[in-house]
């Protein structure tokens, strides 16, 4: 939790350096004259010039803390804390010094032996540019939280008004004014209204759907920063209203400061994506098998470089050999190149890049890699309510109108989640017979509004957006949906969306507006229809204007007295549309207004005005009203998220809603997507963000591993962020949504941080890790899936890559082991480990998804990247790769002929087994003699029968390196699935791999039949017969891995049940 977490909303100190700045205090629950008396200032008058002196020197300037972020070299050094990149670099020195000491020897050996350091220098520079540019980018949520600060303010000083003073100059006991418009500088307290109203737009901040209402009335000093209506914090908006306020908290003491500092202690403690573990286990592992096979090949080569005779039963005369030494050391190196799969860091990368592509497709943009795997292990979703379950767009759901009785009403169903007026009807309506009543209704939805309707692009499939007040657009939207009554026509001079409202404010001239305030909880406006009668449209609370109203208008616009009975059945109407958590608004009118208004025409100078000038007079002036209906309105849910929730259920994934909105509207929404059942009493699975925290330690995490869906309504920032810790240190894998800086905290320090593309705010996009460009929860579970995908086909091909090193490393060992000379050399592996296994590999990444990958559990994030069968499986293929690659080199060397295939066309000698593996003692035997032989145009002669063994050597390498290419290409069909047959799943399903291997082969030949690159890895071309050979020896790895697969199949139940059982028993 971020500093100052467990105090935020209360305003309390953040940390030491705070607490020497000033003392606690709550000006939310002291009065405005006890809050003046405390930060010693006048409203009138405000601060003298010494008072904002000696405050700067104890509070600072008012803006946040730069962080310094860990410097360049840092940066680069953490690139190679990475067991992998440490072997390749230590391969890489050794190499090069090897490299270095042989270069005296000079013309192509020289070249050839500089090639293998200089390429894994080349990987691991570009690794690390990759990684200090992804990591250079995640202080960025922080830099776009200062763009949110206000850049001026208002401010009345040494009793003068500064229009224009830079925010960051304000001191505690600054006087502030606000206007419509406004960024708010800093924390501060309400003192008075200038306006009868002042809303805040602040959902950014604390997650609530709406503007919120503000005040002077002091409140009780535990409410939480949603309570604290006589408030306005740092980085919200005034969108209605004008007031004086009194500056209590600047810089990093206010609630957007409690965020910054939150954000940063996240980000100081993001942990290793699952895989990114998994590999360093793998790198850790491997790191202990290359250096038990590099002593083995040592001792067991040691008689060659080291020798002594013992004289009275002690070793003396030791005879130490540095050449042979240093020949069974570059051995050992290229031992150690074999086992690392150098390619797997291009490849995995590769892999998540085509990964961020599809899920681009999906409307979910990447913009960390490693989170594309970390998605196919998510096992809960965090998620936000407004604008990610639902659309945030308010949308009428019940419209309710008077019957024909009074103590009768009727009730309508409103279809549509959006502003788009197109969007859904109102059911049972019958189109164009409106009675009196209903006209009525449409007439004050139309007319006491100030919001509008537009598209938001020029494309007509563009979403539908409104200016104005979200309740006030979704009226107008339903005016739309009742239309208009026959004898009236659109008009063709208006070519906008709202056509009905239009029409009605052309029939009724609105000519003063009756603001709305908290006390009455109502909005009225004086219209003169074109009759010339003056009409007062009242909209507001149902309660309220029940209180104010005389009468009700029946469905034929017939007057009737409003008695307990008519009163009780719209009560009930508005208790049911209540429990349903709607927001409920009522309709009234009368056409008896004071005398005064009778020849009002909206002149400043009429008497009439004056009224109109004290807002203390619009409760008079709105009585005796004529109650006409209701609405119920909400911000409804998605239509997409019911089957996106039931997805997720299936699929073994868990998700709860953390929201800032209040808990019955929340739990309304949980109970029709699917979070809780539509009978489930969830009394137990549904508290506020304050109830989860007042739990004891023990009680929290039993509450979160409760199974189905959990609702935590009125959460702060330092809830959410207390429920992701609770989830991570329990061993889930949390993926978190959110849009406003509330949320950025969490964001960062989810495993996977999900912000939304339209509603989001860019401090919470650059603390995400992945944006979603529909703000839609089911594009989530859309990612999980690809997630899942992704990582199934990044499985097949770090098998492939790792079954292929074992081989490489079963060939070296078995050279060293039979003392035959060296059959590849470490350039040649360096080359299939980069550039002929890399095509397959990464063409696996395109495997197609399982059909049922969204029905089976969420993997552990611990689970084993490789299991025992797998590595198993893959010894034994590594065994066949080992001893086909030497075979063949040495069946060269000693066979005339196999399988019926003539090797000895090219006219090299043959030797005996014997003679092979004592290669060393040649100079030794006597009589011994070789041909000269043929490769392609090239003829090798030898003056020093010897060098058979060495230079000689070269067609017999090519066999090897050749054999080593074909299997691992043959190879990567049997990655095409964990355990299917090649007979159930063809190569064709990935068309894209039989490319690669094309591709592979074709670099191949490249290097084999180009004589400047066939110098470099020391081969030559090869015969008919010879590729004949080769493909003899290679293709058995096919059948050899079927028949494995099979065992596999047969076995699965056996193992899967004995994995849960070691699960289990790691657990408890």
């Given at each position: 939790?971020?500093?100052?977490?467990?105090?935020?909303?209360?305003?309390?100190?953040?940390?030491?350096?705070?607490?020497?700045?000033?003392?606690?205090?709550?000006?939310?629950?002291?009065?405005?004259?006890?809050?003046?008396?405390?930060?010693?200032?006048?409203?009138?008058?405000?601060?003298?010039?010494?008072?904002?002196?000696?405050?700067?020197?104890?509070?600072?300037?008012?803006?946040?803390?730069?962080?310094?972020?860990?410097?360049?070299?840092?940066?680069?050094?953490?690139?190679?804390?990475?067991?992998?990149?440490?072997?390749?670099?230590?391969?890489?020195?050794?190499?090069?010094?090897?490299?270095?000491?042989?270069?005296?020897?000079?013309?192509?050996?020289?070249?050839?032996?500089?090639?293998?350091?200089?390429?894994?220098?080349?990987?691991?520079?570009?690794?690390?540019?990759?990684?200090?540019?992804?990591?250079?980018?995640?202080?960025?949520?922080?830099?776009?939280?200062?763009?949110?600060?206000?850049?001026?303010?208002?401010?009345?000083?040494?009793?003068?008004?500064?229009?224009?003073?830079?925010?960051?100059?304000?001191?505690?006991?600054?006087?502030?004014?606000?206007?419509?418009?406004?960024?708010?500088?800093?924390?501060?307290?309400?003192?008075?209204?200038?306006?009868?109203?002042?809303?805040?737009?602040?959902?950014?901040?604390?997650?609530?759907?709406?503007?919120?209402?503000?005040?002077?009335?002091?409140?009780?000093?535990?409410?939480?920063?949603?309570?604290?209506?006589?408030?306005?914090?740092?980085?919200?908006?005034?969108?209605?209203?004008?007031?004086?306020?009194?500056?209590?908290?600047?810089?990093?003491?206010?609630?957007?400061?409690?965020?910054?500092?939150?954000?940063?202690?996240?980000?100081?403690?993001?942990?290793?994506?699952?895989?990114?573990?998994?590999?360093?286990?793998?790198?850790?592992?491997?790191?202990?098998?290359?250096?038990?096979?590099?002593?083995?090949?040592?001792?067991?080569?040691?008689?060659?470089f080291l020798s002594w005779e013992f004289v009275d039963g002690w070793p003396r005369n030791f005879k130490f050999s540095f050449e042979k030494c240093t020949y069974y050391f570059e051995i050992a190196v290229a031992l150690a190149v074999a086992a690392i799969p150098e390619g797997l860091p291009a490849v995995i990368t590769t892999c998540l890049a085509l990964g961020t592509r599809k899920m681009a497709a999906k409307n979910a943009l990447v913009r960390k890699l490693p989170s594309v795997?970390?998605?196919?292990?998510?096992?809960?979703?965090?998620?936000?309510?407004?604008?990610?379950?639902?659309?945030?767009?308010?949308?009428?759901?019940?419209?309710?109108?008077?019957?024909?009785?009074?103590?009768?009403?009727?009730?309508?169903?409103?279809?549509?989640?959006?502003?788009?007026?197109?969007?859904?009807?109102?059911?049972?309506?019958?189109?164009?017979?409106?009675?009196?009543?209903?006209?009525?209704?449409?007439?004050?939805?139309?007319?006491?509004?100030?919001?509008?309707?537009?598209?938001?692009?020029?494309?007509?499939?563009?979403?539908?957006?409104?200016?104005?007040?979200?309740?006030?657009?979704?009226?107008?939207?339903?005016?739309?949906?009742?239309?208009?009554?026959?004898?009236?026509?659109?008009?063709?001079?208006?070519?906008?969306?709202?056509?009905?409202?239009?029409?009605?404010?052309?029939?009724?001239?609105?000519?003063?507006?009756?603001?709305?305030?908290?006390?009455?909880?109502?909005?009225?406006?004086?219209?003169?229809?074109?009759?010339?009668?003056k009409l007062l449209l009242v909209k507001g609370a149902v309660e309220n204007l029940l209180e104010r109203s005389s009468y009700v208008q029946l469905r034929d616009g017939s007057i009737a007295e409003l008695n307990q009975s008519s009163r009780e059945v719209i009560l009930k109407s508005l208790n049911e549309m209540s429990t349903r958590a709607l927001r409920v608004l009522g309709f009234a009118y009368t056409d008896e207004l004071p005398e005064k208004f009778t020849t009002y025409n909206?002149?400043?100078?009429?008497?009439?005005?004056?009224?109109?000038?004290?807002?203390?007079?619009?409760?008079?002036?709105?009585?005796?009203?004529?109650?006409?209906?209701?609405?119920?309105?909400?911000?409804?849910?998605?239509?997409?998220?019911?089957?996106?929730?039931?997805?997720?259920?299936?699929?073994?994934?868990?998700?709860?809603?953390?929201?800032?909105?209040?808990?019955?509207?929340?739990?309304?929404?949980?109970?029709?997507?699917?979070?809780?059942?539509?009978?489930?009493?969830?009394?137990?699975?549904?508290?506020?963000?304050?109830?989860?925290?007042?739990?004891?330690?023990?009680?929290?995490?039993?509450?979160?591993?409760?199974?189905?869906?959990?609702?935590?309504?009125?959460?702060?920032?330092?809830?959410?962020?207390?429920?992701?810790?609770?989830?991570?240190?329990?061993?889930?894998?949390?993926?978190?949504?959110?849009?406003?800086?509330?949320?950025?905290?969490?964001?960062?320090?989810?495993?996977?941080?999900?912000?939304?593309?339209?509603?989001?705010?860019?401090?919470?996009?650059?603390?995400?890790?992945?944006?979603?460009?529909?703000?839609?929860?089911?594009?989530?579970?859309?990612?999980?899936?690809?997630?899942?995908?992704?990582?199934?086909?990044?499985?097949?091909?770090?098998?492939?890559?790792?079954?292929?090193?074992?081989?490489?490393?079963?060939?070296?060992?078995?050279?060293?082991?039979?003392?035959?000379?060296?059959?590849?050399?470490?350039?040649?592996?360096?080359?299939?480990?980069?550039?002929?296994?890399?095509?397959?590999?990464?063409?696996?990444?395109?495997?197609?998804?399982?059909?049922?990958?969204?029905?089976?559990?969420?993997?552990?994030?611990?689970?084993?990247?490789?299991?025992?069968?797998?590595?198993?499986?893959?010894?034994?293929?590594?065994?066949?790769?080992?001893?086909?690659?030497?075979?063949?080199?040495i069946i060269w060397y000693t066979h005339s002929s196999f399988l019926g295939i003539n090797l000895v066309g090219d006219g090299h000698s043959l030797v005996t087994y014997s003679q092979l593996a004592n290669w060393g003692q040649c100079h030794t035997w006597q009589n011994f003699s070789v041909s000269p032989f043929t490769a392609g145009a090239l003829e090798f002669k030898f003056d020093d029968p010897c060098d058979y063994f060495h230079e000689g050597k070269v067609k017999a390498m090519?066999?090897?390196?050749?054999?080593?290419?074909?299997?691992?290409?043959?190879?990567?069909?049997?990655?095409?699935?964990?355990?299917?047959?090649?007979?159930?799943?063809?190569?064709?399903?990935?068309?894209?791999?039989?490319?690669?291997?094309?591709?592979?082969?074709?670099?191949?030949?490249?290097?084999?039949?180009?004589?400047?690159?066939?110098?470099?890895?020391?081969?030559?071309?090869?015969?008919?017969?010879?590729?004949?050979?080769?493909?003899?020896?290679?293709?058995?790895?096919?059948?050899?891995?079927?028949?494995?697969?099979?065992?596999?199949?047969?076995?699965?139940?056996?193992?899967?049940?004995?994995?849960?059982?070691?699960?289990?028993?790691?657990?408890?």
């Open positions: 939790m971020g500093k100052g977490g467990q105090n935020y909303g209360k305003s309390e100190i953040l940390d030491d350096k705070s607490e020497k700045k000033g003392d606690y205090y709550p000006a939310w629950s002291e009065d405005v004259k006890e809050c003046q008396e405390k930060y010693q200032v006048n409203k009138d008058y405000g601060l003298s010039a010494d008072d904002v002196s000696k405050r700067r020197e104890i509070h600072g300037f008012n803006e946040l803390e730069k962080h310094e972020g860990p410097s360049i070299l840092r940066l680069v050094l953490d690139q190679f804390n990475d067991t992998l990149v440490r072997i390749l670099l230590v391969a890489a020195v050794v190499s090069f010094v090897l490299a270095w000491c042989d270069g005296d020897e000079g013309g192509e050996m020289e070249i050839t032996a500089f090639v293998e350091p200089l390429v894994i220098f080349l990987i691991l520079i570009v690794n690390a540019i990759v990684g200090v540019w992804q990591e250079n980018n995640a202080e960025k949520a922080l830099e776009a939280l200062k763009e949110i600060q206000s850049e001026h303010a208002s401010v009345i000083r040494d009793g003068r008004k500064i229009s224009h003073l830079p925010a960051r100059e304000l001191v505690p006991g600054d006087i502030v004014e606000l206007r419509v418009g406004d960024k708010i500088p800093a924390d501060m307290r309400v003192l008075s209204l200038i306006s009868s109203t002042l809303r805040v737009e602040q959902g950014s901040l604390t997650g609530e759907s709406e503007a919120v209402s503000k005040t002077t009335k002091a409140v009780a000093e535990d409410v939480d920063i949603q309570g604290k209506k006589c408030m306005v914090f740092a980085g919200t908006t005034v969108v209605n209203g004008h007031c004086i306020c009194l500056v209590t908290q600047i810089g990093m003491s206010t609630e957007i400061g409690k965020v910054h500092s939150q954000i940063h202690e996240a980000s100081q403690s993001e942990d290793d994506t699952p895989l990114k573990k998994k590999l360093n286990e793998f790198g850790e592992v491997l790191t202990a098998i290359i250096g038990v096979i590099c002593a083995l090949v040592w001792l067991i080569n040691v008689k060659y795997e970390t998605l196919g292990c998510t096992t809960v979703i965090c998620s936000d309510k407004t604008g990610t379950l639902t659309t945030n767009q308010m949308a009428v759901a019940k419209l309710v109108a008077m019957g024909s009785e009074a103590n009768k009403v009727r009730s309508f169903d409103v279809q549509g989640t959006s502003y788009n007026p197109f969007d859904g009807k109102i059911q049972n309506w019958s189109e164009g017979q409106l009675d009196p009543n209903l006209m009525m209704i449409a007439k004050i939805a139309a007319i006491c509004n100030d919001a509008d309707v537009e598209k938001s692009g020029h494309d007509k499939s563009e979403h539908c957006v409104a200016n104005g007040m979200p309740t006030e657009a979704a009226l107008k939207v339903l005016v739309e949906k009742m239309g208009l009554p026959r004898e009236l026509s659109t008009s063709s001079e208006y070519d906008g969306l709202l056509r009905c409202s239009y029409k009605w404010n052309k029939i009724e001239q609105r000519i003063a507006t009756l603001e709305f305030d908290r006390d009455r909880k109502s909005m009225g406006v004086i219209v003169s229809s074109i009759t010339g009668k909206g002149n400043e100078d009429h008497p009439a005005h004056e009224l109109l000038m004290n807002p203390a007079n619009y409760s008079s002036i709105e009585s005796k009203l004529i109650f006409v209906g209701l609405a119920g309105l909400r911000d409804p849910p998605r239509k997409e998220v019911p089957q996106a929730i039931e997805d997720c259920r299936t699929a073994g994934i868990r998700v709860m809603v953390i929201t800032g909105d209040n808990k019955d509207t929340a739990e309304a929404i949980c109970r029709e997507i699917g979070v809780f059942g539509r009978d489930e009493t969830f009394s137990s699975r549904s508290l506020t963000g304050k109830e989860f925290m007042e739990l004891s330690a023990r009680d929290k995490e039993t509450h979160l591993a409760q199974s189905g869906g959990l609702l935590f309504s009125r959460a702060e920032p330092r809830h959410k962020q207390e429920i992701v810790r609770l989830l991570k240190d329990s061993g889930e894998v949390v993926a978190m949504t959110g849009d406003g800086v509330n949320d950025a905290p969490a964001l960062k320090l989810a495993d996977i941080g999900i912000a939304m593309g339209i509603a989001g705010t860019e401090v919470a996009k650059e603390a995400s890790d992945m944006v979603l460009a529909d703000d839609n929860f089911s594009s989530i579970v859309a990612a999980v899936g690809e997630g899942r995908s992704i990582y199934n086909n990044m499985k097949a091909f770090i098998r492939y890559m790792i079954s292929s090193n074992m081989g490489e490393v079963a060939s070296i060992f078995l050279t060293a082991a039979l003392g035959i000379p060296e059959g590849l050399i470490p350039v040649q592996l360096l080359w299939v480990n980069l550039v002929t296994d890399g095509p397959p590999a990464t063409a696996l990444g395109f495997n197609p998804p399982d059909k049922d990958i969204m029905k089976k559990p969420p993997r552990r994030s611990d689970d084993s990247l490789i299991s025992p069968w797998i590595l198993f499986r893959y010894l034994v293929i590594g065994s066949y790769v080992g001893l086909a690659t030497v075979g063949i080199f090519t066999l090897s390196l050749s054999v080593l290419v074909a299997i691992e290409m043959f190879n990567s069909l049997n990655a095409l699935s964990e355990d299917g047959s090649l007979v159930s799943m063809p190569p064709w399903v990935n068309p894209w791999l039989l490319l690669a291997m094309s591709v592979s082969f074709g670099l191949h030949f490249l290097i084999l039949y180009v004589p400047f690159l066939a110098r470099v890895f020391g081969i030559v071309p090869l015969s008919l017969n010879e590729w004949l050979l080769v493909l003899a020896v290679a293709l058995p790895v096919i059948l050899i891995d079927e028949i494995l697969k099979f065992v596999g199949r047969c076995t699965s139940g056996i193992r899967t049940s004995s994995a849960r059982r070691s699960s289990k028993h790691k657990a408890e």
